[in-house]
Nanobody, 127 residues
Framework: QVQLVESVGRLVQAGDSLRLSCAASGRTISSYNMGWFRQAPGKEREFVAAISWSGFNTYYGDSVKGRFTISRDNDKNTMYLQMNSLKPEDTAVYYC????????????????????WGQGTQVTVSS
């Protein structure tokens, strides 16, 4: 089975940038659709971004469009989330997720599309 491990989260200032990574092991994720979700205290887990297995198709939640960029390096079996212009409302636990079906098209904003999840990493954005 695939194991997904997010990089250690950080406390950052509003307007700052941060890159998260998601390292996969156990299986190659080169044929997997991948996604990022986040969950703030007392709120539902929210879709952030997704990327198809090819890297050609990307998807973003409305709240992060224009600020976050998802990418992947299949040679390193790793996915990334570049977060720019961070806001306090971005504070959440961020989870990476993997969809081994590699379907195209697929439903990237739906949690049920993903079979494997990382443990989550805390990102806190101060005012």
């Amino acid at each position: 089975q695939v194991q997904l491990v997010e990089s250690v989260g950080r406390l950052v200032q509003a307007g700052d940038s941060l890159r998260l990574s998601c390292a996969a092991s156990g299986r190659t994720i080169s044929s997997y659709n991948m996604g990022w979700f986040r969950q703030a205290p007392g709120k539902e887990r929210e879709f952030v971004a997704a990327i198809s297995w090819s890297g050609f198709n990307t998807y973003y939640g409305d709240s992060v469009k224009g600020r976050f960029t998802i990418s992947r390096d299949n040679d390193k079996n790793t996915m990334y989330l570049q977060m720019n212009s961070l806001k306090p409302e971005d504070t959440a636990v961020y989870y990476c997720a993997a969809d081994p079906s590699g379907n195209y098209p697929y439903t990237p904003r739906v949690r049920g599309s993903y079979d494997y999840w990382g443990q989550g990493t805390q990102v806190t954005v101060s005012s």
